[in-house]
């Protein structure tokens, strides 16, 4: 579409446009931001360059969380159209509220997403995300819609029904995270199919990080292109940015979304290229704006041009997430770092849990589950120990720490039809 091919010039004067217009409607509108920048003596017309808007303190998870439900409107309930919520494992979810020129908007991003992935109306897209509070069914559902395709609105579970489906109604785009496409290829293979005669063409994946092993092995198995998308409920959902097919980083939709990347400790923002936190603002949002939100995500924004030949800059794949990191005596790790690793291995599947063992609170002890393939299953115990010792070897020196590895069976470690949980506490 038209805005993702803008000059570098258009971008910064759209968002030199939109970020006054956020700011001002906040400032009107919104009780919470009324009250941030008269507590920090702020106006938004002292704010005219991006320098500028960096004095716009940061919003957090938390600050959304103590809204909860409707701490962060600024319409009317009435005006407001659908709610959805963040899957917080723990306490009260985030709330994200929606009017219709928001869902508007949101349709015509996620569109843009699908568009960008080589989707077109001639598609028939299986939509295997969860229709409910979680953003991902109903965002990538109407997005879809939105571009013509058509949509099979499956939701998530029920793997064996989704693939006889699959097969009758020729879909042609599977829509899910990627731990549920590797997980249906098993089941697949389970039921006597050659995943790759199901025809997909095109995989929409999204919701959770997807390493470069697990992208290979999605297209591997079911021969397909498996394009990835980003999005987070706090600014819209799902739309947010996603691959061309060029695959290499994730176009943010800049006319809608502005993207800065900062220190995630000191809070200073960071150039283009370099590693940080990215912060968000979605510039036209109505019922729950929110300004420099704070992701928790780990990335950097890639300004050099796409073979593609759209302007908008792109996200690098997430390597992590701010409240993920993990300090063990001392040390930082990252799951990716972990994950990475084990990527290095044909031996091990993708599927991997890590176990914290706690005391009082303080992580005592990493033990990494690692599940290996048929093939790399072995009943020897010397060659299961000689592989044991070569990760925890490749893992010491990757990590500066050595976390306790435990080999499982194939088809041990629990799977998932949405997204996967890696990291789990054990109190001791
Ligand atoms: O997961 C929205 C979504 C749905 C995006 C479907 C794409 C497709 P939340 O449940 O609020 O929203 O979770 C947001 O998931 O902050 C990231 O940490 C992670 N995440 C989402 N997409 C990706 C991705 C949806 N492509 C949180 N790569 C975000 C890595 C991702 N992490």
Redesign the pocket.
Known sequence: MQSDFYSVEEFSTRQGKGLQQALNYAYQNSPFYRRVFDENNLKPEQIKTPADYARVPFTTKNDLRQAYPYGMAAVPLEEILRIHA??GTTGKP?VAGYTRADLDCWAEGVARICEMAGVTSKDIAQVS?GYGL???GF??HYGLERLGATVVPFSSGNTERQLSLMQDFQTSVLVS?PSFAIYMAEIARELGYNPRDFGLRIG???????SDAMREDIESQWGLKAT???????VV????SGECLETAG?HILEDVYYPEIIDPQSGKSLADGEKGELVLTPMFKEAFPVLRYR???ITRLIAEPCLCGRTTRRMD??TG?SDDMIIIKGVNVFPSQIEEVLAGFREVSPHYCLVLKKEKGFIKDLEVQIELTPEGFTDSFKELEALDNRIRQRLRSTLSLAPRVKLMEPKSLERTTG?AKRIFAVEE
């Open positions: 963040s899957s985030i995300f979680f953003t991902g965002g990538l995270t929409l994946f999204g919701g959770e990080p997807c990835l998308n980003y999005g987070l409920t706090e959902g799902p739309g947010i994730m992701t928790g995500d794949y997430i997430r997204k």
